[in-house]
């Protein structure tokens, strides 16, 4: 959640890990907390009074309620410290605008992202936080934690160099993490509530009843969120008085509903202002506002808000630039960007999810919710279309699609997709969360899938995808879909496995083939036993693996599945031939070469037969082996590849130096120099043989 910002936009933008920073604005007040906080970073720590060198980042807490302006001060704290941290600011936000902490996992995700760390997909928030201190160990950084629930949130992430500083805000102290002098918020002082008003509210009106002005930033208890809206309603109306608005809020009823139920009262100058500019909204204009509660991670643009409101664009385009401007909304990154992302602030978020739940009846808001999805699926299936090359029925179909929904070239469609990252994800969790919008929900999932790994490659999206797969399954695990079901965990599988956890990518692929075979699935159960035999593979359990390679290539061989069959081939007698049976061994590798040959496909006979000879050499039989790695290389040669001939040349060369025929070596080696030489000169890499028992 992020508060209200101390300055003449408005409202901090709310930045998230990969977020943009807050752009440039004029700070007011707090200078004597600011010249606090600077000291601190300079004072002695008891670690140091001690005589030790302390272990870990010194913390900075700025703590109070909601509207108090906490963020701001610490945005303008990191703006006067930037300097001495030539590693660079991180930002991370803690808190749902619902007021739910976001999982340890998922802010350690983002802030590795930020520091080009790779991240292993599923890593738990033990794993991922151990990942943070490590990449933060030989830095000097300057970590923003904003809005903390609590100390166990903060632990987790606190650098263990003393070279970095963590700045963090809170509502209250973080009891547990040591040495932390909270500086606490209040209201602004006189002076600076004025002046921020005025730069709200205009300078003629301020200056003409000074008085008034001051006795109306009393009133709003001089938090900058409440000076802020009452300034807006005042710009918004030329001909009103200062005065008046003081009387507007202290005219107010005490039961003002929803928004008045069991309210502290030192939220009540807040809350107040808000009605005031709540109550004059019209119409129209208060219900898209009441609607951006269900603004994913409380990130909304023009697209997002016509779609829940049911306006145009250029509508909602209007309106929001309207919020802005009475200090409800913040703009991410700086104002004059087009198409502008907006943040719904902290302190606003749960009243206006109390006034939709009011005002609105639930038909409404799923309706709204799921008009929102429906735009968001088409946007990402326009960010994906848009990589296809020009003429495929994507892009035909693209070229359909009105103005509003298509992205002229790949990377302002992939930008798009940068920015709006935390918003989409939050959406998918959302939607799958809600339960009652399932069928969205996945056609959410399955394009946002699509488009990060047509922008990211998988490879680098693959700790997002992660998360997807899982919110698949769940739907899918709800719904009874056992299709969805197996092929969710086989991909979660696969991301198992490349991240290393083997044994629980076998659980995975053990389930998967459970729900194959309830789905009566011949793709999925076969695929899900080879993956069974390949984590076996990983595992060295020989036995069980050709165990499970034999019944993925039975199925294969039952279904004429020429290519899979070659392939399984290839992979069994790869671990037959590590579990020393070479006899199996030699049937498998031929069976291999025969389906290759069959395809003809021949460098894959080429390397089938190389592995031929390879165990023909294990199995004592060296002049077999040198005949068919001849063959191998005349097939290599047949095949036009180059690289793969003088790899088999080489091997070929090892071969007769085993037979005790170094001339004969020396020969093959040489022609395979002379094989490689042009591509040394292009400066392209060797070629490595690649058994045909790796997985595809």
């Known amino acids: 959640m992020t508060d209200q910002a101390v300055d003449v936009g408005g409202a901090a933008a709310q930045c998230g890990p990969a977020g943009p920073e807050p752009s440039g604005r004029q700070f007011f007040g707090r200078r004597r907390e600011l010249k606090e906080l600077r000291e601190d970073v300079e004072r002695a720590g008891l670690d140091t009074l001690s005589g030790r060198k302390s272990p870990r980042a010194r913390v900075l807490l700025i703590a109070g309620r909601p509207g108090s302006g906490r963020t701001a001060l610490a945005e303008e704290l990191v703006r006067l410290l930037a300097d001495d941290y030539p590693d660079g600011v991180l930002r991370a936000r803690l808190t749902e605008p619902g007021g739910a902490p976001v999982p340890t996992e998922r802010v350690a995700r983002d802030l590795l992202d930020l520091l080009d760390v790779p991240v292993p997909p599923g890593g738990d928030g033990d794993e991922l936080g151990g990942l943070v201190r490590e990449a933060l160990a030989a830095r000097r950084a300057l970590l923003l934690l904003d809005d ?68 109306l930033a009393e009133e709003c208890g001089a938090q900058p969120a409440a000076l802020a809206l009452v300034g807006g309603w005042l710009r918004d109306r030329p ?190 969790r959302l939607a799958v969360e809600d339960g009652e919008l399932d069928t969205l929900a996945r056609r959410l999932v399955a394009a946002l899938v699509r488009a990060l790994a047509a922008h990211r490659g998988t490879a680098a999206a693959a700790p997002d995808l992660y998360g997807l797969h899982q919110l698949v399954l ?74 499970w390679y034999g019944r993925a290539l039975a199925q294969r061989l039952a279904r004429g599945e020429r290519a899979d069959e070659t392939r399984l081939h290839g992979r069994l007698g790869a671990v037959l031939t590590y579990a020393g049976r070479y006899g199996e061994a030699l049937r498998s590798w031929r069976a291999a070469v025969a389906g290759f040959r069959r395809l003809g496909d021949l460098p894959g006979q080429a390397r089938a037969l190389s592995e031929v000879a390879r165990v023909q050499e294990y199995a004592g039989r060296p002049e077999e082996s040198l005949r068919t790695c001849r063959e191998a290389v005349e097939w290599a040669r047949q095949a036009g590849d180059l690289r793969l001939q003088a790899a088999l040349q080489l091997r070929l060369a090892d071969t007769l130096d085993r037979l005790g025929d170094p001339a004969g070596a020396r020969q093959h080696r040489g022609a395979a120099e002379r094989l490689l030489e042009p591509a040394r000169e292009g400066a392209a890499p060797a070629y490595e043989i690649r058994s045909a028992s790796a997985k595809d």
């Not at 070279?163 to 918020?185: F, S, W």
């Not at 038909?363 to 799921?370: M, T």
């Not at 309830?518 to 595992?539: F, N």
Request: charged fraction near 25%; include cysteine; aromatic fraction near 4%.
């Open 148 to 215: 903390a629930a609590d100390a166990e949130q903060v632990d987790p992430l606190l650098p263990e160099n003393a070279d970095c500083l963590v700045v963090a805000t809170a509502r209250g102290p973080l009891t547990g993490i040591p040495d932390v002098r909270p500086c606490v918020l209040g209201g602004l002082d006189p002076k600076s509530a004025v002046a921020f008003l005025e730069e709200f509210a205009g300078s003629v009106r301020i200056t003409v009843d000074p008085l008034a002005a001051a006795n």
């Open 474 to 547: 769940d739907v899918a695990e709800r719904r009874e879909l056992p299709r969805e079901q197996a092929a969710a965990l086989l991909n979660l599988g696969d991301l198992d496995a490349e991240a290393g956890r083997t044994r629980d990518a076998l659980v995975r692929y053990r389930a998967a083939l459970d729900a194959g075979r309830a789905a009566g699935d011949p793709y999925a159960t076969g695929r899900a036993m080879e993956s069974v035999g390949g984590a076996h593979q990983e595992l060295g359990d020989w036995t069980r693996a050709a165990d």
């Open 239 to 428: 001909q009103s008085a200062v005065a008046d608005v003081t009387k507007r809020l202290r005219a107010l009823p005490e039961d003002g509903g929803v928004l008045t139920a069991r309210l502290p009262a030192a939220d009540r100058p807040l809350v107040h202002a808000f009605r005031l500019v709540y109550e004059g909204l019209p119409g129209p204009t208060a219900r898209l506002l009441r609607l951006l509660s269900l603004a994913p991670a409380g990130l909304a643009d023009a697209q997002t808000a016509s779609a829940l409101a049911g306006c145009s664009v250029s509508a909602a385009q209007n309106t929001l630039d309207d919020f802005v401007a009475y200090g409800l909304l913040a703009v991410a990154g700086e104002p004059h960007e087009r198409p502008a992302q907006y943040v719904v602030p902290g302190w606003l978020a749960p009243l206006l999810g109390r006034l939709a739940e009011a005002a609105d009846r639930p038909a409404e808001l799923q309706l709204a919710r799921a008009r929102m999805l429906e735009r968001t699926v088409r946007l990402l299936q326009s960010c994906r279309a848009v990589t296809e090359p020009d003429g495929s029925p994507a892009r035909k179909k693209l070229a359909g699609l009105p103005r509003a929904l298509r992205f002229p070239t790949a990377p302002l469609a992939a930008e798009w997709l940068r920015t709006r990252r935390s918003a989409l994800l939050a959406a998918a």
